[in-house]
């Protein structure tokens, strides 16, 4: 345990003598507050110790928290820029305008709970010193510390305070409440922007554009949305009373249970007897949405149907366990990805083990430069598998695995604990995945000269790239041409559809794309 040196000094003082610095005062510095703080106020250490023994535990590579904590504290700077945090030997000291103000003895670097400990316990001593800390909150204190010392791992770690958690895990998991989008009208009035079909609010014919009056006889005609929101949300199986003003001019008390609601993140529609789902994000029951979008269509289509195009342009991503089964639903067997990192449990392989829902219909999957994370998931599987083709430009490159830690302030802590490899072995993190038929070029820009180009082998070969795919995590050059292939330009949405239709449609042409892509041979000689 770390040994505390000048802090106790430093409560002690501004409790008593609200003024006093732990040094000499100056007088010239700006003041500490006026008041002394309620004990309810200080940070709660253990913010810090879960967090900090999570990526102990699980991060992709071992950490120096002497560093982390140290990066963390100086993070305090975006709330107070005159705050800074040092190492001096064996001390860690917190600086205000050039003075010390508190100093603690540095625990060992390996030490996890001790250096959270010691953050906490800065963060207390930089309140007390810094008005403008004590005025921003404690949340606020997280939020800096651990963006200071996530900016030391990578982009995708990262801690999400309690209202942006509680939102990420609406997004992923459903919230309760009764179905319904918030949005505000030209005066910036609550209205109903969307309702989600088969909700409470679906059932009680809620309709698109109404004004929010009251909630449960209270009116809110003067809240603002999102206090709305938090109204409507409540325990699953309670009564929500909703009074609205129709668009036509009516006024209607609606009575609803709430319940947990899913948004259905699945597009689907027929052009030329193929069936195009669009996938917007993954969330718990996405795969289950593809699977009757598809076999709805298909059923509706009776035998007619020439292919499937899964959308998964501009899809985010989210989670890994939707985008492993949404890809089995394609395939009958063999691997889907593996995932390797440091901690043991972070090492996995997924395979198929189902049947495929299209019976195997020709299959395109879309992407371009915003599909990334779980969207690159299902795409790698299905290109490194021949099961299906890529239309579009190179995906974002987001090949990594977060775990999500709840925190005992429920915020949530993101860690990056593996890298994803797909079937052949190789890994996307950075590079992409390099489509089958690259329809993003200034060039080509009809479906009928991408189609021409590809005849003629003018576009790029996936098949032609293995070499540069092994090497691209460890060799910069590799991962430039990578990137430099088929890089997402803006054009005619459209075009990738028409581009892909034609591609299922044209078994000679579905042959040849699937060749483009072969990479068995190559990847023979690689070790996963």
Not at 459 to 487: G, H, N, Q
Request: with cysteine.
């Amino acid at each position: 345990m770390f040994r505390q040196k000048r802090f106790a000094a430093v409560v002690a003082a501004l409790l008593v003598l609200p003024g006093c610095m732990a040094s000499a005062p100056d007088p010239s510095l700006p003041q500490a507050e006026s008041e002394p703080r309620e004990a309810g106020h200080f940070s709660d250490p253990s913010v810090f110790t879960v967090g900090f023994g999570r990526i102990q535990e699980v991060y992709l590579v071992k950490e120096d928290f002497g560093k982390l904590a140290l990066d963390g504290l100086n993070g305090l700077s975006k709330l107070d820029d005159t705050l800074s945090a040092r190492r001096d030997g064996t001390q860690v000291q917190l600086i205000r305008a050039g003075h010390v103000f508190a100093d603690f003895d540095a625990p060992a670097p390996d030490a996890a709970y001790d250096w959270g400990t010691l953050a906490a316990s800065s963060l207390d001593a930089a309140s007390l010193a810094s008005p403008k800390v004590a005025t921003a909150g404690v949340e606020a204190g997280y939020q800096a510390i651990y963006d200071g010392l996530l900016a030391d791992l990578d982009p995708y770690s990262r801690y999400a305070n309690p209202d942006r958690a509680r939102d990420d895990r609406a997004t992923r998991d459903g919230y309760t409440g009764v179905g319904i989008v918030l949005s505000q009208d030209e005066k910036g009035r609550a209205v109903i922007g969307d309702v989600f079909p088969d909700t409470p609010a679906a059932r009680a014919n809620l309709l698109k554009g109404s004004l929010i009056i009251a909630i449960n006889g209270v009116s809110v005609e003067d809240a603002k949305v999102d206090e709305i929101a938090d109204l409507m949300r409540g325990p699953v199986g309670t009564k929500v009373d909703l009074t609205v003003r129709e668009p036509r001019g009516g006024s209607r008390t609606a009575t609803m249970i709430r319940e947990k609601v899913i948004e259905n993140m699945v597009r689907a529609q027929v052009r030329d007897n193929v069936v195009i789902v669009k996938l917007l994000r993954f969330n718990t029951t996405s795969a289950a949405a593809v699977r009757n979008a598809v076999t709805g269509q298909l059923h509706g289509l009776n035998g007619r149907a020439r292919g499937i195009i899964l959308d998964l342009r501009g899809n985010p991503g989210g989670l890994l366990d939707q985008s492993v089964a949404l890809a089995d639903l394609f395939m009958e067997r063999g691997p889907i990805i593996s995932t390797r990192g440091r901690n043991p449990d972070s090492v996995q392989n997924f395979n198929a083990h189902g049947e495929d829902i299209t019976g195997h219909l020709p299959l395109a999957v879309l992407v371009d430069g915003h599909s990334a994370s779980a969207a690159e998931v299902t795409a790698a599987a299905l290109q490194d598998s021949d099961r299906a083709i890529l239309v579009g430009s190179t995906s974002f490159g987001k090949g990594s695995v977060q775990t999500v830690t709840r925190l005992p302030n429920d915020g949530e802590l993101f860690l990056t604990w593996s890298r994803i490899y797909a079937p052949s072995g190789y890994t996307w993190h950075r590079q992409g995945i390099v489509p089958t038929v690259c329809t993003s070029s200034s060039t080509e820009t009809d479906a009928k000269t991408v189609i021409q180009a590809f005849r003629a082998g003018q576009l790029p070969r996936p098949a032609d790239m293995i070499a540069d795919r092994f090497a691209a995590p460890e060799d910069d050059k590799a991962l430039r041409r990578l990137r430099s292939v088929c890089p997402w330009q803006v054009h005619d949405a459209d075009l990738d559809i028409n581009v892909a239709v034609d591609l299922l449609t044209d078994p000679a042409l579905y042959a040849q794309a699937m060749g483009a892509q072969d990479i068995h041979a190559v990847a023979a000689t690689h070790e996963p």
